[in-house]
């Protein structure tokens, strides 16, 4: 049990890292995006089913969307 | 190594919650402090839980009829939890809207140059 | 060199953080007001599920802050793309092919009735207003993105928002006519673990989830729709 949160957490700093370090803008929502749903798991391992129902929903569904359409209004590469 | 597997959920909501701070500060790009935004959002909210929980203790919801009350865990970290997700959706798309009328008026979304254009 | 700096002051805010979690251990029970609210949740407010009794039941007045907060975003990102004249003449480059329009337009209903089922078993089951108004918004946006050229009614758009808002206002006022304080317990509380129990709770989270989900939708509309 330990070992799974152990791998999800380590999973979830990479992924923030990589949406720090892509180029692409594309590419770092959908990292971005990762983190949001690895968070959900976590808050379900955490005893908090509302919360997590709430992240998934909201964090991993329309934040993602409204950076895509966002970004098909402007520049796709950064700078 | 005991430190570790006590504190795991502690460290990784710091660094989130770090990452997100050196995406603002460092990027040039408007988008991509959005989306530090979005990141320091999600840390923030795990430290939150974090701190409401209890060692073998269960959801706050009574379902079966006979559950003892001194083993949940603490609801209201996560009635402010809950207010402060849809207050966070609301401010990114604002923030979002701002980004793209930006754009149409400069022609550019780096930060450096937006500041140099003053009136 | 900017990096630089930054890095470093990062470094130093994350010793300062780490000398102090020493003083909050985990897994151990913290605060006060927690215990009081399990105890007597279920004799006070009759909702099973302690988390909906505080955000509707304890502390109902944040919950209406936090809805003139998404309303006045909402209002700002619209009056923010008024000046924008909508697309009259699309020329999409490529339709959907058959499969994903046919999927979409198969998955729409089941979404919304799962939001729908969620909403209103807010009491009962993890759940509520704002994560079935969410799951109704993400349905429209899926036939946003897969039936390109379906577009929703603005004026049923715009009566849903408003009646989901003027409901909780209401029931607030005839709490504060009838009983002693705004937003008070006016219906009786059934017996806990059936549907028409809790008062006026799953009234209110009807209203909001009434009022959130058309306030999102309506927010991905304006983003798509009006372009330069």
Same mark, same amino acid.
């Given at each position: 049990?330990?070992?799974?949160?152990?791998?999800?957490?380590?999973?979830?700093?990479? /992924?923030?890292?990589?949406?720090?370090?892509?180029?692409?803008?594309?590419?770092?929502?959908?990292? /971005?995006?990762?983190? /949001?749903?690895?968070?959900?798991?976590?808050?379900?391992?955490?005893?908090?089913?509302?919360?997590?129902?709430?992240?998934?929903?909201?964090?991993?569904?329309?934040?993602?969307?409204?950076?895509?359409?966002?970004?098909?209004?402007?520049?796709?590469?950064?700078? | 190594?005991?430190?570790?597997? #006590?504190?795991?959920?502690?460290?990784?909501?710091?660094?989130?919650?770090?990452?997100?701070?050196?995406?603002?500060?460092?990027?040039?790009?408007?988008?991509?402090?959005?989306?530090?935004?979005?990141?320091?959002?999600?840390?923030?909210?795990?430290?939150?839980?974090?701190?409401?929980?209890?060692?073998?203790?269960?959801? +706050?919801?009574?379902?079966?009829?006979?559950?003892?009350?001194? &083993?949940?865990?603490? +609801?209201? +970290?996560?009635?402010?939890?809950?207010?402060?997700?849809?207050?966070?959706?609301?401010?990114?798309?604002?923030?979002?809207?701002?980004?793209? &009328?930006?754009?149409?008026?400069?022609?550019?979304?780096?930060? &450096?140059?937006?500041? #140099?254009? &003053?009136? | 060199?900017?990096?630089?700096?930054?890095?470093?002051?990062?470094?130093?805010?994350?010793?300062?953080?780490?000398?102090?979690?020493?003083?909050?251990?985990?897994?151990?029970?913290?605060?006060?007001?927690?215990?009081?609210?399990?105890?007597?949740?279920?004799?006070?407010?009759?909702?099973?599920?302690?988390?909906?009794?505080?955000?509707?039941?304890?502390?109902?007045?944040?919950?209406?802050?936090?809805?003139?907060?998404?309303?006045?975003?909402?209002?700002?990102?619209? @009056?923010?793309?008024?000046?924008?004249?909508?697309?009259?003449?699309?020329?999409?480059?490529?339709? @959907?092919?058959?499969? $994903?329009?046919?999927?979409?337009?198969?998955?729409?209903?089941?979404?919304?009735?799962?939001?729908?089922?969620?909403?209103?078993?807010?009491?009962?089951?993890?759940?509520?207003?704002?994560?079935?108004?969410?799951?109704?918004?993400?349905?429209?946006?899926?036939?946003?993105?897969?039936?390109?050229?379906?577009?929703?009614?603005?004026?049923?758009?715009?009566?849903?928002?408003? $009646?989901?808002?003027?409901?909780?206002?209401?029931?607030?006022? $005839?709490?504060?006519?009838?009983?002693?304080?705004?937003?008070?317990?006016?219906?009786?509380?059934?017996?806990?673990?059936?549907?028409?129990?809790?008062?006026?709770?799953?009234?209110?989270?009807?209203?909001?989830?009434?009022?959130?989900?058309?306030?999102?939708?309506?927010?991905?509309?304006?983003?798509?729709?009006?372009?330069?």
């Amino acid at each position: 049990m330990e070992i799974i949160v152990t791998i999800l957490i380590l999973l979830m700093i990479v /992924s923030a890292i990589a949406a720090l370090v892509f180029k692409d803008l594309i590419s770092a929502i959908i990292a /971005s995006c990762i983190v /949001s749903l690895i968070a959900a798991i976590l808050f379900y391992f955490l005893q908090a089913p509302d919360v997590a129902m709430a992240e998934a929903a909201i964090g991993a569904a329309l934040v993602t969307g409204i950076f895509i359409i966002a970004v098909k209004k402007t520049k796709r590469f950064e700078e | 190594m005991n430190f570790l597997s #006590e504190n795991i959920y502690y460290i990784g909501a710091f660094s989130l919650i770090f990452i997100g701070l050196y995406i603002l500060l460092v990027k040039k790009n408007l988008i991509k402090v959005i989306i530090g935004f979005s990141i320091l959002d999600t840390g923030i909210y795990l430290f939150l839980i974090t701190i409401g929980y209890i060692a073998d203790g269960t959801a +706050p919801i009574f379902s079966k009829s006979g559950l003892k009350a001194d &083993r949940m865990v603490d +609801p209201v +970290p996560q009635a402010l939890v809950l207010t402060a997700i849809v207050i966070g959706v609301a401010v990114l798309a604002l923030a979002v809207s701002l980004a793209v &009328r930006l754009y149409g008026h400069y022609g550019t979304l780096n930060l &450096r140059k937006i500041k #140099e254009q &003053r009136w | 060199m900017r990096k630089l700096i930054g890095i470093i002051l990062l470094t130093i805010i994350a010793a300062g953080i780490s000398l102090s979690l020493k003083e909050i251990p985990f897994g151990i029970p913290k605060t006060i007001i927690g215990n009081h609210f399990i105890n007597k949740g279920i004799e006070e407010t009759g909702a099973i599920n302690i988390v909906t009794s505080v955000v509707v039941g304890y502390r109902s007045f944040d919950t209406l802050g936090e809805i003139t907060v998404l309303f006045t975003a909402a209002i700002g990102l619209g @009056a923010l793309f008024s000046l924008y004249k909508n697309k009259k003449t699309v020329i999409y480059k490529e339709p @959907a092919s058959l499969i $994903v329009y046919t999927g979409c337009r198969f998955l729409f209903p089941i979404i919304v009735l799962t939001g729908i089922y969620i909403i209103i078993h807010g009491h009962l089951t993890p759940g509520g207003g704002f994560q079935g108004g969410a799951i109704i918004a993400s349905a429209f946006l899926l036939m946003y993105l897969g039936c390109t050229g379906k577009r929703i009614n603005y004026k049923l758009s715009t009566i849903a928002e408003a $009646v989901g808002g003027l409901t909780f206002i209401t029931l607030g006022i $005839v709490g504060l006519i009838t009983g002693k304080d705004f937003l008070f317990n006016f219906i009786s509380k059934g017996e806990p673990a059936s549907l028409m129990s809790a008062g006026i709770i799953p009234l209110i989270y009807m209203a909001i989830g009434l009022k959130v989900g058309s306030e999102l939708t309506g927010i991905i509309d304006n983003l798509i729709e009006k372009s330069q």
